[in-house]
């Protein structure tokens, strides 16, 4: 089991992306936590496990999922993650609703895609542990 915050409302990333709280009501609406792919990397072609739960809370996306063990990149992102080699969460969206605020981008409507597992995340403080 892992689970983290794959965003944080109001904080920005490395690429000064900001993520307004709310963002992605609509689209885990649309799908829940199983219409949220669990990738290695973003790598479509490496799903990792499942998310089985993913909220919105008053901190920001919070996830909880499962790394399975049905292939080798599976296995290997359980041991990175398990040894503490990658504890990082990045997400892969479609951005619906945005606006300039000086040099940031505030993203208020997001499509979610996936959230996947990163040794380096666009967000540093996007991080998950095992539970």
Same mark, same amino acid.
């Given at each position: ?9 109001? +904080?920005?990333?490395? @690429?000064? =992306? +900001? ?6 009501? =609509? $689209?885990?609406?649309?799908? &829940?936590?199983?219409? +949220?792919?669990?990738? @290695?990397?973003? =790598?479509?072609?490496? %799903?990792? &496990? ?12 919070? +996830? ?7 292939? %080798? ?7 990175? $993650? ?38 380096? %995340?666009?967000? %540093? ?7």
């Amino acid at each position: 089991m892992i689970q983290g915050y794959a965003s944080l409302w109001g +904080v920005a990333d490395l @690429n000064g =992306d +900001v993520v307004q709280a709310g963002a992605f009501a =609509d $689209s885990l609406a649309k799908t &829940g936590a199983q219409g +949220v792919r669990m990738l @290695n990397q973003h =790598d479509a072609r490496a %799903p990792v &496990g499942v998310w089985d739960e993913i909220i919105e809370d008053e901190r920001g996306l919070f +996830v909880r999922g499962r790394i399975e063990d049905w292939s %080798p990149e599976a296995r290997f992102a359980a041991a990175l $993650s398990r040894a503490g080699a990658m504890d990082g969460l990045s997400i892969g969206y479609r951005t619906a609703r945005a606006r300039r605020q000086g040099r940031l981008r505030v993203l208020s409507e997001i499509e979610l895609w996936e959230v996947s597992l990163v040794t380096f %995340p666009m967000l %540093p403080g996007a991080r998950f542990g095992l539970g």
